[in-house]
């Protein structure tokens, strides 16, 4: 089975669009709200995600940007060892509902460790989860408040996020696992 594409470019703007709407919806008090983004893909959605705020609601959202390298459970069994870059929260995050942005929802455990993360740099009163693509088969019980797509995988499958700023365009790709 090729690679196929299941969201273009023109798609990923719609989501992110219509995500934004739905954080503007829930969330009233902009100077309150915190957008996150995990590395590496959730980085550059939450600045777009921003954008779109501003373009109409004419609204300033911090956006910060976290590395959840050290918090993953998985440590001690990866191969290779992580990349860790230096998450950047440019706000105080106590008090503050939290949007933290993730390119794919899979198993649930990026998004434990990222709420671990979190716990370094405050209390917030809020955290809630947006992504581009929710794929199913979660080991924990996490589910997203703003999903571009649900895409329902098989097991052999996997979900790539392709992004202008990271892989020079922007595509989610579906791609049957190696074996």
Wanted: net charge negative.
């Amino acid at each position: 089975m090729p690679n196929k594409v299941i969201m273009s470019e023109e798609d990923i703007k719609r989501a992110l669009t219509r995500i934004a709407h739905e954080i503007v919806e829930r969330n009233k008090e902009y100077d309150s709200l915190v957008l996150i983004g995990m590395f590496t893909r959730g980085a550059p959605l939450a600045r777009r995600i921003a954008i779109k705020i501003k373009e109409f609601e004419q609204a300033e959202i911090s956006v910060g940007t976290l590395d959840i390298g050290l918090y993953r459970d998985d440590f001690s069994y990866l191969e290779l060892v992580p990349l860790l870059r230096p998450s950047n929260i440019p706000t105080d995050i106590v008090g503050k509902c939290v949007v933290l942005i993730d390119d794919v929802l899979h198993t649930g455990r990026s998004i434990r460790a990222a709420m671990d993360a979190l716990r370094d740099f405050g209390r917030p009163q809020c955290i809630q989860l947006g992504v581009l693509v929710d794929r199913g088969h979660r080991e924990i019980p996490i589910r997203a408040d703003y999903v571009g797509k649900n895409l329902p995988t098989s097991k052999d499958e996997e979900i790539e996020v392709r992004l202008k700023e990271v892989d020079g365009k922007d595509e989610v790709v579906i791609i049957k696992k190696r074996e």
